[in-house]
């Protein structure tokens, strides 16, 4: 039963793996810029300071970044469009 158990969770956690994945900044810019989105995300990182900062520290966006994916509906993008798989 415990090597059942811990079989079910390793399979579990490399679903979990498997699900999240990372999106380089430059594929979001380019794809905030095809939507006419990219002045309306600077304007909102700019609002929240740190926020701005961490986006300015990082070369990728996890897919599932909830703080992202707040950025990208409140200014009217679709996050699983921005966020997609590269």
């Not at 079910?8 to 430059?26: C, G, H, P, T, W």
């Not at 002045?39 to 300071?49: G, P, R, S, T, V």
């Amino acid at each position: 039963q415990i090597v059942r158990d811990l079989a079910q969770d390793i399979a579990v956690n490399r679903e979990i793996e498997e699900s999240r994945y990372a999106v380089s900044k430059l594929t979001i810019i380019s794809r905030l810029e095809a939507q006419g989105k990219f002045q309306a995300a600077i304007d909102a990182l700019k609002a929240n300071e740190l926020m701005y900062e961490k986006w300015q520290a990082v070369s990728h966006l996890q897919s599932d970044d909830a703080n992202a994916i707040a950025l990208f509906t409140a200014i009217g993008c679709d996050p699983d469009e921005i966020l997609a798989r590269e």
